[in-house]
C-alpha cells in the first residue's frame, strides 16, 4: 500500500523522481534467480539495503536509472544483479564479447566492484574482467581474448583497448558509470563520450554519483531518456 512506500521513503531520506515501480523491502520481494538467491543466503545478507529496494525493481523493469547516493549504500549489488540477469538472458551470451560494461574512475574502485560482485558472477557463470591504466597491457589482452561477460574498466585503457581492437563493445546492452562524478573531476569526460557512442542505443544505462552537479546533470540527460532518479540523504537535486 501507498503509506507504507512512503513510509520507507521518508524513513530512509529516500527521493524519487520520474516514474518508478514501488519499493522492494525483502530479498523475497524481487524475482532473483536460484543461483543469486542462494549467494545472498551464503553471504547472510538480512534485507536489500535502501538503495537496493528501489534501484532492483527500475533495473529489472529495463528502465534507466540515476542513483545519487554516499559510499557504503550498497551501490555496487543494485547494479550488479540487474546486470547479470540481463547478461543471462541474452541470446548466445557466452560468445565472450562483453554483455555488461562498468565504468569506474580507479583501478582500486574497478576491483572493487568485481569483488563485492564475485560470489554473484560465478554464481550465474558470468565471466568479470578489470580493465585498467597505470598497468601492463598483455595480461589483460589476454583475459579479454578468454572471454569475458562484465567488462568493468577506467576509461582511459578502456578506449585504448577499443582503438586497437583488443576488445568489441558491439554487444554491450548493459551500461553502468558508477561514481560518474569522481570521473569528471578525473578529467575522463572525453573518453566516457568516445566510448559510449560505440555502444548500441537501445542500451540500458545507469549512473550512480555521490554528487549531482551540472556537469553530472548534462552527462545524465546526454546518455539517457526516460529514466527515474533516486536521491538517498542529504544530497540535493
Ligand atoms: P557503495 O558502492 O555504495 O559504496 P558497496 O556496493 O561497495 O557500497 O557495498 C558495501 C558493502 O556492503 C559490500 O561489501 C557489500 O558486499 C555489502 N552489502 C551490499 N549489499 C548488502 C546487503 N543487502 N546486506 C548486507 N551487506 C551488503
Ligand atoms: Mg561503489
Known amino acids: 500500500p501507498q503509506h507504507v512506500t512512503d513510509q520507507f521513503y521518508a524513513l530512509n531520506e529516500m527521493t524519487i523522481r520520474g516514474f518508478a515501480p514501488k519499493p522492494i523491502l525483502t530479498f523475497d520481494e524481487i524475482q532473483f534467480p536460484t543461483s543469486i538467491r542462494n549467494v545472498i543466503h551464503q553471504l547472510g545478507y538480512i534485507?536489500?539495503?535502501?538503495?537496493?529496494?528501489?534501484?532492483?525493481?527500475?533495473?529489472?523493469?529495463?528502465?534507466?536509472?540515476v542513483g545519487?547516493?554516499?559510499?557504503?549504500?550498497?551501490?555496487?549489488?543494485?547494479?550488479?544483479?540487474?546486470?547479470?540477469?540481463?547478461?543471462?538472458?541474452q541470446t548466445n551470451a557466452r560468445s565472450g564479447d562483453p554483455l555488461v560494461l562498468i565504468l569506474a574512475p580507479t583501478r582500486e574502485l574497478a576491483q572493487q566492484i568485481q569483488g563485492v560482485g564475485a560470489d554473484f558472477c560465478a554464481a550465474t557463470n558470468a565471466r568479470s574482467t578489470c580493465i585498467y591504466g597505470g598497468a601492463p597491457k598483455p595480461p589483460q589482452k589476454r583475459e579479454i581474448r578468454y572471454g569475458?561477460?562484465?567488462?568493468?574498466?577506467?576509461?582511459?585503457?578502456?578506449?585504448?583497448?577499443?582503438?586497437?581492437?583488443?576488445?568489441?563493445?558491439?554487444?554491450?546492452?548493459?551500461?553502468?558509470?558508477?561514481?560518474?562524478?569522481?570521473?569528471?573531476?578525473?578529467?575522463?569526460?572525453?573518453?566516457?563520450?568516445?566510448?559510449?557512442?560505440?555502444?548500441?542505443p537501445d542500451r540500458q544505462t545507469t549512473m550512480f554519483s555521490a554528487t549531482w552537479p551540472k556537469e553530472v546533470q548534462k552527462l545524465a540527460s546526454d546518455f539517457m531518456t526516460n529514466c527515474a532518479h533516486i536521491t538517498l540523504g542529504k544530497a540535493v537535486l
Do not use: Y
Not at 535502501?50 to 528502465?63: D, E, K, M, T
Not at 557504503?72 to 544483479?81: A, N, Q, R
Open 148 to 200: 569475458l561477460e562484465v567488462c568493468i574498466a577506467t576509461p582511459g585503457r578502456l578506449l585504448d583497448f577499443v582503438r586497437e581492437k583488443t576488445i568489441n563493445l558491439d554487444r554491450v546492452t548493459f551500461l553502468v558509470l558508477d561514481e560518474a562524478d569522481r570521473m569528471l573531476d578525473m578529467g575522463f569526460e572525453p573518453q566516457i563520450r568516445k566510448i559510449v557512442k560505440c555502444i548500441r
Open 47 to 65: 534485507r536489500p539495503t535502501p538503495i537496493q529496494s528501489q534501484a532492483w525493481p527500475i533495473l529489472l523493469s529495463g528502465q534507466d536509472l
Open 68 to 89: 545519487i547516493a554516499q559510499t557504503g549504500s550498497g551501490k555496487t549489488l543494485s547494479f550488479i544483479l540487474p546486470a547479470l540477469i540481463h547478461s543471462a538472458g
